[in-house]
């Protein structure tokens, strides 16, 4: 699955959550901003009760967990809902992938 998402976009960010976790609800509206500013980037939501299998095929052990991936390749990972240090990881990955045109 990462491999065909890897041909939209080479950097995807997935945020492992659920709707009843109250961190994941207070990191939400942050994440959709993230995505707002950086359109060269793919940012995916996968509800861990809906892909309870997929979810499971990435050990998630908390939500929300974030993954951070460079053509397909795992490159981070973040357990909890740190604004910060989701910033400073998107910022980091911004800083090491060469510009992009932006998707229409």
């Not at 659920?18 to 509800?47: N, Q, R």
């Not at 460079?70 to 809902?81: D, F, H, M, T, W």
Request: charged share 20%; proline share 9%.
């Amino acid at each position: 699955m990462i491999q065909s998402i890897t041909l939209i976009s080479p950097v995807v960010i997935a945020n492992f959550s659920a709707t009843w976790c109250g961190p994941c609800k207070i990191v939400a509206p942050f994440y959709v901003e993230l995505s707002e500013k950086h359109p060269s980037l793919m940012f995916l939501l996968v509800d861990v009760d809906e892909l309870s299998d997929f979810s499971s095929t990435w050990d998630i052990k908390a939500t929300p967990t974030f993954f951070f991936l460079k053509n397909g390749e795992q490159i981070g990972k973040l357990v909890g809902a740190n604004k910060p240090e989701l910033q400073k990881k998107v910022t980091s990955i911004l800083d090491s992938v060469p510009e992009s045109p932006q998707r229409p």
